[in-house]
């Protein structure tokens, strides 16, 4: 078993000084150095498949998809429901490119999503529509390939 000592100058592992730890979370958890995972071709994608570390755009994007469902579903006068519907009056969008908005993400990554299952345009319901159920919301963000007891969201 191994030993972690904090130091003034890092942190001990195995009797070897650890000064910066830029891999250092995933050496410690799976007992790997780099130098060990670069010699035996381990990826770090597969290092982090091993011990369940989301990728922090992942956990972004679907702490970002967990919301909007969420604030879809609420049927009060609440703010984030009132804003994430709210279309301004009378203001002209800015000459260029146009920031994205908040609902772009979702209807471009729906379309795409769609696009790959090979859903007909007919039979598409639009974004703000499925996430008020919460059902099938879950089961649209759910990775490909998946089976259906295996749900991503939670």
């Known amino acids: 078993m191994r030993r972690l000592e904090w130091d003034n100058m890092g ?3 195995d009797g070897r000084l650890l000064h910066h730890l830029r891999f250092a979370d995933d050496m410690v958890m799976l007992g ?3 130098l060990t995972q670069v010699r035996a071709g381990i990826r770090s994608s597969t290092l982090r ?6 990728d922090a755009a992942v956990n972004a994007k679907l702490s970002k998809i967990r919301w909007a469902g ?7 006068h609440r703010w984030a429901r009132a804003v ?3 279309t301004p009056r009378k203001v002209k969008r800015t000459t260029g490119r146009p920031p994205t908005r908040w609902s772009d993400f979702f209807t471009k990554s729906f379309k795409e999503r769609c696009d ?14 499925l996430a008020r159920e919460r059902d ?4 649209c963000w759910r990775p490909l390939g998946l089976p259906d007891d295996q749900r991503e969201l939670r």
């Open 116 to 129: 790959a299952l090979r859903v007909s345009r007919t039979d598409r319901t639009h974004w703000t529509t």
């Open 32 to 34: 790997l150095t780099r």
């Open 70 to 76: 969420h604030v879809m579903r609420l049927n009060d």
């Open 11 to 13: 942190v001990r592992v």
């Open 49 to 54: 498949q091993q011990s369940k570390i989301r």
């Open 84 to 86: 994430s519907d709210w």
């Open 136 to 139: 099938k919301w879950k089961d």
